[in-house]
């Protein structure tokens, strides 16, 4: 068996050393008539390099990741989705805000599109930032399998040009002995009573280490974006001399020095960074020459991506003053909010006296027998009552008492808030976000106001606990 412990450091037989060029964009896969067509498909990759026996996928495109899909602030996309899989599946275009028939949710908010079947998806893109697109239907396996991609949108006026946008879609895949992906363990119910599923395999836009090359001085945007399906990855902006430009595709008012020096990215999460490769400490040089985005929940660190800083062939540039353009969103009015009160349960090593899974009161044994360990206010997965539902404009302040002894990425769909009280970070005060990271017994309040109509899914996003019960769902009328 693996050893789920520890990573992988050095499976293929060199780390890639060419640099790569930014993704593709999707831009020019147009039909004549405005519509972009993605497929999911299933596909053969070797994740550890090509020496290795390949991993059947499914990837949008055939490609890993999906096709990062670029558009401009306020454009309107039309996608035509074909699903060349055995299995029904829908997409998610996760961070927008978008019209609720449009948010891919199968079984809240359309049916998953069958095998051979087309979905067509035509939504607004209101908000500039760095979003992604996953599978939404069984998302433990079909996101595990690879069905996920950025989606980027662009500022009416770009702050950074494409040469200096650079999207690092970061993943841990479970490996076998082979460098196959571990199938057998897709489903696992430890992993779903536990800490969800775990690689010991990190990817950078579908490659191991990936190498990028930057000119020394130069303002980069870094779009860092956690697909994983469970692991926080824990990063360090400070070792790359980085700013914070923004959470979740929500660029801030203006660039944040990092205030600590480790920053977690819960599965799910997006942060910008932006680099400059100026004044970097060069005790953090490796004995190439270059910086490393490491990644640190292990004793030892692991180095997804690696960064060059190379001086310009035309001497230095001048850097144009940087400013940021954040989204206009309405700030939520505390004085005459909702409450809710969301209380986290289950998991292993927890107190539980069991919970009610469609409509039924399940013991401990029930529980582990169907799968469903996690539960909200008592309940697992969706019932017929919403979590709550109220009228378009209303401010809720959601608060989360996590009495599991796990840490949780819990995302809202359709809506962007501010965290108003957490106990264990220091807040960023004009950061908005769609996903926020609970530690185990933590509590954690936020708000939002619910301008956006529609029935909306509120679950955790390590994909496991989502499937084990951890998912509810509220409606804006
Ligand atoms: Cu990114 Cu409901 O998910
Ligand atoms: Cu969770």
């Not at 499914?58 to 990741?65: C, E, H, M, S, V």
């Not at 353009?325 to 409450?339: E, G, H, K, R, Y």
């Not at 044994?365 to 209303?394: H, I, K």
């Not at 106990?423 to 530690?439: S, Y």
């Amino acid at each position: 068996m693996i050893n789920r412990r520890q990573f992988i450091h050095s499976a293929g037989a060199t780390a890639a050393s060419v640099s790569l060029a930014n993704l593709p964009g999707l831009a020019l896969a147009k039909t004549d008539s405005g519509q972009i067509e993605l497929r999911a498909k299933t596909a053969e990759h070797a994740l550890p390099g090509e020496s290795y026996a390949a991993s059947k996928l499914w990837l949008y495109d055939g490609k890993l990741p999906g096709p990062e899909i670029r558009l401009r602030k306020g454009e309107v996309v039309r996608i035509k989705f074909i699903n060349e899989l055995d299995e029904p599946t829908s997409i998610h275009w996760h961070g927008v805000r978008i019209k609720n028939a449009m948010d891919g949710v199968s079984g809240l908010t359309q049916d998953p599109v069958a095998p051979g079947q087309s979905f067509d998806y035509e939504f607004e893109v209101p908000d500039s930032g760095t979003f992604w697109y996953h599978a939404h239907n069984k998302s433990w396996q079909q996101v595990a399998r690879g069905l996920y991609g950025p989606l980027i949108i662009e500022d009416e006026v770009p702050v950074f040009d494409r040469d200096h946008d650079i999207t690092l879609m970061m993943d841990d895949w479970r490996l076998d002995q082979n460098g196959q992906l571990h199938l057998a363990s897709l489903g696992d119910v430890g992993d779903w009573s536990h800490a969800g599923r775990l690689g010991n395999f990190i990817t950078v836009n579908g490659r191991r280490e990936p190498v990028f090359k930057l000119f020394r001085g130069e303002n980069y945007r870094l779009r860092l974006i956690n697909a994983c399906n469970a692991r926080v990855l824990i990063v360090s902006p400070a070792a790359l001399g980085a700013k914070i430009l923004g959470f979740d595709g929500f660029d801030l008012t203006e660039p944040l020095e990092p205030q600590f020096d480790t920053l977690p990215v819960a599965p799910a999460q997006r942060v910008d960074l932006l680099v400059r490769g100026e004044s970097l400490d060069p005790a953090r040089l490796n004995d190439v020459g270059d910086f490393a985005l490491q990644e640190l929940t292990q004793t030892t660190a692991y180095s997804m991506a690696k960064f060059e800083f190379v001086e310009p062939p035309n001497g230095p540039q001048k850097t144009t003053s940087l400013s940021l353009s954040p989204n206009a969103i309405a700030a939520p009015d505390l004085d005459n909010a909702v409450d809710v009160t969301l209380d986290m349960t289950g998991g292993a090593m927890g107190r539980t006296e069991g919970l009610i899974y469609q409509g039924r009161q399940l013991n401990i044994n029930e529980m582990f027998d169907t799968g469903q360990v996690w539960a909200f206010n008592g309940v697992a997965n969706l019932s017929d009552q919403p979590l709550f539902r109220v009228q378009r404009g209303q401010t809720i302040r959601l608060k989360t008492m996590n009495q599991t002894g796990w840490i949780h990425g819990m995302h809202v769909h359709g809506h962007h808030f501010r965290i108003l009280s957490r106990q264990r970070e220091e807040l960023v005060k004009d950061a908005w976000r769609d996903t926020f990271l609970i530690d185990g017994d933590e509590t954690v309040e936020i708000a939002f106001v619910a301008d956006n109509p529609g029935k909306w899914l509120l679950h955790c996003h390590m994909l496991e606990h989502a499937a084990g019960g951890m998912n509810t769902w509220f409606e804006v009328i």
